[in-house]
T-cell receptor, first 114, second 112 residues
Framework: DAGVTQSPTHLIKTRGQQVTLRCSPK?????VSWYQQALGQGPQFIFQ???????QRGNFPDRFSGHQFPNYSSELNVNALLLGDSALYLC?????????????FGSGTRLTVV | GEDVEQSLFLSVREGDSSVINCTYT??????LYWYKQEPGAGLQLLTY?????DMKQDQRLTVLLNKKDKHLSLRIADTQTGDSAIYFC????????????FGTGTSLTVIP
């Protein structure tokens, strides 16, 4: 049973460009959350998607947007990239009715902005 | 706010016990968690404790919660080299699991 799958694993972009990161949740999960983990820091909550809608959002600018598809997979989009957006982006999936039980993280996408 | 603080580094000898500490500020935390992150990997849930509990034991892991002081600790008994990793304390508010607040992480090094 595959866990949470994220792609790509590594990515290098130029300042000002746009990037799309992808996440496939664990089988049976319907909720996807995205986190940004800067070097040497703990993960920070970006937003969460459930039933194809953004359910909750952290303190991130509108340059960060997302989408959830009918098959529960999700994308994170970042526009107008800044050097400070360089980080490990983690996706976590869960089953809404079970709350935090079974909350599972992927291995992340390492984004470098140059 | 939801500030979660941890000491940055801890070094122990193999076979000794490790104690990793965390303080948090939000008294409405419902669950508190310990996650492990190995190099190049995502976050692995080690254990969690409900906010009305004082202690939870799970094999080599013991979690202690002092709600009055907003202090959480993780004790790893008989620490092994495979325990070397970064350990994150995290809290969720409201118990829905909607949003986790993480500390900055403690890097544990186990010396053979």
């Amino acid at each position: 049973d595959a866990g949470v799958t994220q792609s790509p694993t590594h990515l290098i972009k130029t300042r000002g460009q746009q990037v799309t990161l992808r996440c496939s949740p664990k089988s049976g999960h319907d909720t996807v959350s995205w986190y940004q983990q800067a070097l040497g820091q703990g993960p920070q909550f970006i937003f969460q998607y459930y039933e194809e809608e953004e359910r909750q959002r952290g303190n991130f600018p509108d340059r960060f947007s997302g989408h959830q598809f009918p098959n529960y997979s999700s994308e994170l989009n970042v526009n107008a990239l800044l050097l400070g957006d360089s980080a490990l982006y983690l996706c976590a999936s869960s089953l809404a009715v079970r709350g935090h039980y079974g909350y599972t993280f992927g291995s992340g996408t390492r984004l470098t902005v140059v | 706010g939801e500030d979660v603080e941890q000491s940055l580094f801890l070094s122990v000898r193999e076979g000794d016990s490790s104690v990793i500490n965390c303080t948090y500020t939000d008294s409405s935390s419902t669950y508190l968690y310990w996650y492990k992150q190995e190099p190049g990997a995502g976050l692995q849930l080690l254990t969690y404790i409900f906010s009305n509990m004082d202690m939870k034991q799970d094999q080599r892991l013991t979690v202690l919660l002092n709600k009055k002081d907003k202090h959480l600790s993780l004790r790893i008994a008989d620490t092994q080299t495979g325990d070397s990793a970064i350990y994150f304390c995290a809290e969720s508010i409201g118990g829905t699991g909607n949003q986790f607040y993480f500390g900055t992480g403690t890097s544990l090094t186990v010396i053979p």
